[in-house]
């Protein structure tokens, strides 16, 4: 057991609580037993599992699913520094960051984010696109750092269902989208149309501002159409997550309905 904060182990996690050390890792930190358990069902290869004897007792059969290999018990104590949270579960683990690779292919509902700031505005964004089919949250590459803990942890163990994919040129991605038969809708105060007035049956990219910029210029010109959510007097902007969800189930509602004989 580990009971040392100063063990190389326990300064290798701690490095993971920040963007940087995540980079220069090219690893991050996941927090808790639902999001263990995500990662498990989803078959992601764990480099290393910290726990503490309390939580091995609460868990038997997932703690013995670990590879002795990557698996290693820790003092309470070191477990209050290796996690960011207040009063932690009693588990975390390592995982290799992805590396990148080709745009991802189009689905029938698609997400593109904007300088998305908040990390629980994108892990709730990640939970909803989860809970509809979307394959991938895409983001530009100003937006938070898709390996946030409090982002993961708002994610509530969808993340890997829905994974972040960062775009470093988005508009290439829109135009890559569009030569694939995808519509881009983009959401406004002042959208010509309301948002169920879009056909959704099509394949769409649905574009989602900055939390207190909205969407610049150059990515409405991109849309196909630009829509609006009603809203009362005096109510400036809506949620991001919001908003996307409203526009998702607006979608799977004419999807159903459409599919149904």
């Known amino acids: 057991m580990?009971?040392?904060?100063?063990?190389?182990?326990?300064?290798?996690?701690?490095?993971?609580?920040?963007?940087?050390?995540?980079?220069?890792?090219?690893?991050?930190?996941?927090?808790?037993?639902?999001?263990?358990?995500?990662?498990?069902?989803?078959?992601?290869?764990?480099?290393?599992?910290?726990?503490?004897?309390?939580?091995?007792?609460?868990?038997?059969?997932?703690?013995?699913?670990?590879?002795?290999a990557v698996a290693q018990p820790v003092s309470d104590p070191v477990m209050a520094v290796l996690a960011t949270t207040v009063h932690p579960d009693g588990v975390v683990g390592v995982a290799p960051i992805p590396q990148g690779g080709?745009?991802?292919?189009?689905?029938?509902?698609?997400?593109?984010?904007?300088?998305?700031?908040?990390?629980?505005n994108v892990g709730t964004l990640i939970r909803t696109g989860a809970a509809v089919g979307v394959k991938h949250l895409l983001l530009t590459d100003d937006s938070v750092d898709p390996y946030h803990p409090k982002l993961l942890r708002?994610?509530?163990?969808?993340?890997?269902?829905?994974?972040p994919w960062v775009c470093p040129d988005p508009l290439d991605v829109m135009k890559q989208y569009r030569q694939n038969q995808v519509q881009i809708i983009a959401t406004h105060a002042q959208g010509a149309c309301?948002?169920?007035?879009?056909?959704?049956?099509?394949?769409?990219?649905l574009l989602l501002g900055n939390e207190g910029q909205g969407l610049p210029e150059s990515w409405l010109a991109q849309a196909d159409r630009v829509v609006q959510i009603p809203q009362a007097v005096g109510v400036e902007s809506l949620n991001v997550a919001v908003a996307a969800a409203v526009c998702l189930y607006e979608a799977v509602r004419q999807n159903w309905t459409n599919s149904k004989p």
Not at 7 to 35: M, N, Y
Not at 102 to 120: I, S, W
Request: a positive charge; charged letters at 15%; hydrophobic letters at 35%.
């Open 2 to 68: 580990i009971t040392s904060r100063r063990h190389p182990l326990v300064r290798h996690i701690r490095q993971l609580h920040t963007p940087k050390g995540r980079r220069e890792a090219g690893q991050f930190l996941l927090e808790g037993t639902h999001l263990l358990q995500s990662a498990w069902e989803q078959g992601v290869k764990l480099q290393h599992i910290c726990y503490t004897e309390t939580w091995a007792g609460r868990y038997p059969h997932l703690a013995s699913q670990f590879a002795p």
């Open 102 to 120: 080709a745009v991802p292919a189009p689905g029938r509902f698609n997400l593109l984010g904007y300088r998305l700031q908040d990390p629980g």
């Open 154 to 163: 708002s994610a509530a163990g969808q993340w890997f269902r829905c994974p």
């Open 194 to 205: 309301l948002y169920w007035q879009v056909d959704w049956t099509h394949p769409s990219l």
